[in-house]
Nanobody, 123 residues
Framework: QVQLVESGGGLVQPGGSLRLSCAAS????????IGWFRQAPGKEREGVSC????????YYADSVKGRFTISRDNAKNTVYLQMNSLKAEDTAVYYC????????????????WGQGTQVTVSS
C-alpha cells in the first residue's frame, strides 16, 4: 500500500513563493511516477507537474513552466514542488499522486492520491 501526504500550502501574496512537499510511504519502489495536480473551486482537477521515480525525468504544464520546479529526495521518499512568481490563478488545492507507467499529467492514470494542501494567492 502507498500513502501520500502533502504539506507546505498556505496564503501568499502575488509574486511570492511556496514549496510543497509530498511524503510517500509504503512500497514506493513499485511506482514509476509522482505527479502534482491542482483543483480550484468549480474547476476540473488539472495536472501541474510530474517526475519519474526511476530516471528523474520531468514534465510541466505550460501554465507553470519557468515558475514551478519539481524535484525529489529519494532517501526521504519525498517529492517537492517549488512554486515561484505565484499568481492568483494558481489558487487551488494541490494534490500529489502516484502511478505505474511513464510520467503524465493526465489525472485518470494516477491510482494513489494524497489529501491535498490549500494554496491561496491573494493580496
Amino acid at each position: 500500500q502507498v500513502q501520500l501526504v502533502e504539506s507546505g500550502g498556505g496564503l501568499v501574496q502575488p509574486g511570492g513563493s511556496l514549496r510543497l512537499s509530498c511524503a510517500a510511504s509504503g512500497f514506493t519502489l513499485d511506482y514509476d511516477a509522482i505527479g502534482w495536480f491542482r483543483q480550484a473551486p468549480g474547476k476540473e482537477r488539472e495536472g501541474v507537474s510530474c517526475i519519474s521515480s526511476s530516471d528523474g525525468s520531468t514534465y510541466y504544464a505550460d501554465s507553470v513552466k519557468g515558475r514551478f520546479t519539481i524535484s525529489r529526495d529519494n532517501a526521504k521518499n519525498t517529492v517537492y514542488l517549488q512554486m515561484n512568481s505565484l499568481k492568483a490563478e494558481d489558487t487551488a488545492v494541490y494534490y500529489c499522486a502516484a502511478r505505474r507507467g511513464p510520467i503524465t499529467t493526465a489525472t485518470k492514470w494516477y491510482a494513489y492520491w494524497g489529501q491535498g494542501t490549500q494554496v491561496t494567492v491573494s493580496s
